[in-house]
């Protein structure tokens, strides 16, 4: 497989002018920095979320910075994805640049006190949607007719133990195999499959456990930058495995970290 043309056009290395983008959970947190930042490069983005009163107003907002596009659906469901992907379909006339799943939750709790509907809930949301929506995007990616993308949002606590609870970590663990896995299989394809695995960052799904000063000390403690990210950082590492930039990378999964991963005794 040849290097994309913008390999000796450095401006172009950096944006990601009309790339079809489609980012899960793009109106709060992470992904909501994510759809900023792709805005900005010059990308078209289809989102979407469950809440529809917060995406009409993102949608609102963004309308004036680019291109977006957004329905209401929960991906933890396996019809909403069907019509999501259908309706992305239809949105990018059958083609796809770039894949962000970004979407996830979380429980955390010992193992023996969740009901199983909740691990089935964590398992749903994170790992079975991100699987899914890879395998029902695939001919749409197949389709772009530049070096085509998938990047996952995992985290720290799919690499090492951190106290998440085991069915969260296991989740975002699994979805680092599955970046491994479709990065060889999708490499003929020309789809670079790549994940991000952010540590604490500013984000509501966040906002209650930080907020015991104790939990955010001990959290600081362990984190040589000692500081929570921002999502703006998170999403800069998602945008730039999106782009041809980053061209020559599949199959990684960048840390953003603050140093966390690395800080051993
Ligand atoms: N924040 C952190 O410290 C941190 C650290 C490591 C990894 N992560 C990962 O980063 C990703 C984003 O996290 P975040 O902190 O930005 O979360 P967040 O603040 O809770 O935002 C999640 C976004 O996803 C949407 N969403 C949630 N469940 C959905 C579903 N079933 N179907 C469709 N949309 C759904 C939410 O909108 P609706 O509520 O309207 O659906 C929202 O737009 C997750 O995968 C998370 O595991 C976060």
């Known amino acids: 497989?040849?290097?994309?043309?913008?390999?000796?056009d450095p401006e172009r290395r950096w944006r990601l002018d009309g790339a079809r983008t489609f980012v899960t959970g793009g109106t709060k947190g992470i992904g909501r920095a994510i759809v900023d930042m792709m805005?900005?490069?010059?990308?078209?983005?289809?989102t979407t979320a469950r809440d529809g009163e917060v995406l009409a107003a993102r949608l609102d907002e963004w309308?004036?910075?680019?291109?977006?596009?957004?329905?209401?659906?929960?991906?933890s469901r396996d019809e909403d994805r069907a019509a999501v992907v259908e309706a992305v379909a239809?949105?990018?006339?059958?083609?796809l640049d770039v894949l962000i799943n970004n979407v996830g939750t979380n429980v955390r709790k010992p193992l023996v006190d969740y009901e199983g509907s909740e691990i089935a809930h964590i398992f749903d949301t994170n790992l079975h949607s991100a699987v899914d929506l890879c395998r029902r995007?695939?001919?749409?990616?197949?389709?772009?007719?530049?070096?085509?993308?998938?990047?996952?949002?995992?985290?720290?606590?799919?690499?090492?133990?951190?106290?998440?609870?085991?069915?969260?970590?296991?989740?975002?663990?699994a979805l680092v195999q599955l970046t491994r896995n479709l990065a060889v299989e999708w490499a003929p394809h020309g789809i670079r499959v790549?994940?991000?695995a952010p540590w604490y960052t500013r984000t509501p799904l966040v906002e209650g456990v930080l907020s015991d000063p104790e939990y955010r000390a001990e959290v600081l403690a362990r984190t040589p930058m000692d500081r929570i990210a921002e999502p703006e950082e998170v999403a800069a590492a998602v945008v730039?495995?999106?782009m041809p930039a980053a061209s020559y990378v599949t199959g990684h999964c960048l840390a953003v970290d603050g140093g966390f991963l690395i800080n051993g005794y």
């Open 1 to 8: 497989m040849s290097a994309p043309t913008s390999r000796r």
């Open 240 to 242: 730039f495995l999106s």
């Open 90 to 95: 239809d949105h990018f006339d059958g083609e």
């Open 137 to 173: 995007c695939f001919d749409l990616l197949t389709r772009s007719d530049r070096a085509a993308s998938v990047v996952s949002v995992l985290s720290v606590a799919g690499l090492t133990h951190v106290r998440s609870g085991a069915p969260y970590g296991m989740t975002k663990s």
């Open 63 to 75: 309308r004036t910075l680019g291109d977006a596009h957004g329905v209401t659906s929960d991906v």
């Open 194 to 196: 790549n994940a991000v």
């Open 39 to 46: 805005l900005d490069r010059g990308a078209r983005v289809f």
